[in-house]
């Protein structure tokens, strides 16, 4: 069932608008690391890129919502069987095909003290509909109602067998704004927040038993050596974004014991060529296939990551691999001839970091070993997100995260809005009405596959690895 829950919000995503966006500050979640904060008073954690926004209507990026699940409740969840539950309702019921009745918990309250009522819940759904940047996610909503006090009714435009998997996505966390500030239910609230760090601290008064740290200090880092050496210093207790190549080369330094074993996470990790609209000539698609085509994968990885090179579209382990599989790189010096890519000079975007600039390194080399000339671009975290946002680059290193939880929704959300690849939106378009009206198994199934056939065969981006995101972190955090 799980397959399902990831297309319906890959599909619903693709169908958005490509109108112009923001840039916010980020989000993050950490709940993978609920067994470190026992018995701690403060968890401190460094990610590469920096929260830009903690409001989950505004939220696009990974490293964002990685805070949600600490100060944000959704109505409904997921449990470790892959099954909805319910989280904030008390009970609910479909009154017929298009109309859901909820009622929701009595014990709730939000970070200033107010009771969650259902006019709340109504109010943060109205809002994230309104103003929401994946407000079309949730275009068959056609009017909410408050019956009374805990009671409320949804009622769709048509059937949606996926429905209240969709509720438990982040972007449906219960919120209250209050003289402009955002107020949630979850476990944590926040403290502090600066440029560089964010500091929350634990709900007393949250409605279940929670065992974490009495505090969580998120700090930023782009320079993944930094992050290893904050970790050397006792400055954090744990350290996100790195591979376990890098892991291997700091135990080496002495850097980090070697002893400590890379803790994997629900993240995975697709590093990957993407296109922006800076150069018109890479709009076309036999260009993009042309220049994966030239591209050898594994010598531009070379000596910088464990991991074979990406032989599939998508990662292996998460889609049947015989539905991506990529093309090897035959004949490259015809191919490159074809796209008359000799004697013109590419620019190469990517984040001031090690790891990406390393990669870029080994492409320029390839490249300029075949013909073709490249230039390499780094910039500081915010001028690189705002040259992905707007999509001003002619090619960029890129990484591309994934959620096991929520494959399909980061995989959409990337070609809707970090990629906008319009020719994957208009082909997918038809498939949503009968996702959603689709009962069957099988069928689904077919739907599902013709999906991805569709995404892989249009080439939105060349991956170069997909990788499982890795993690050091402390026995104890009670520093």
Known sequence: MRRYVYLIVFTLVITLSFGESELYFDDIQFN??????????????????KVTTLDPIYMKDQYSIRTVNYLYDTLFIHNTDGD????????WDWKDERLLELEIKDNIYFHNGDKMLAVDVKNSLDRMLGNGVFKDFFNDIQNIKVLSERKLEIKLKGRNNLFLSML?????????VVDGEIYGTGPYKLDKITNKEIILSKNEDYFEEYNGADQIKILSEVSDRKRALLYFNDAVDVVLDITPKQIE???KEGIIDKSIVADK??????IAIIFGKKNR?????EIRENISEVIDRDEVIKNIFIEKAATTFFPETLFEANLSLLKKNINSEKTIKNTNLQGKEIEITVLNDDLSLKIANNLKNQLAKKGIKTVISPYQQEAYLMKIESQDYEIAVYNIIFDERYLMYNLGKVIAHDIGDKGVYNATLPFLEILKDEREELDRDKIYDKIVYLISKDIPYIPLIHRKRVSIEREKASI
């Open 84 to 91: 909805v539950v319910s989280n904030l309702v008390e009970a």
């Open 265 to 270: 996470n629900k993240e995975l990790d697709t």
């Open 168 to 176: 438990t996505y982040y972007m449906c966390s219960i919120t209250k």
């Open 32 to 49: 993978q690391y609920s067994e470190i904060q026992k018995n701690s008073d403060s968890l401190r954690v460094v990610q590469a890129v």
């Open 249 to 251: 080369e700091w135990k």
């Open 281 to 285: 000539y890479f709009e076309k698609r």
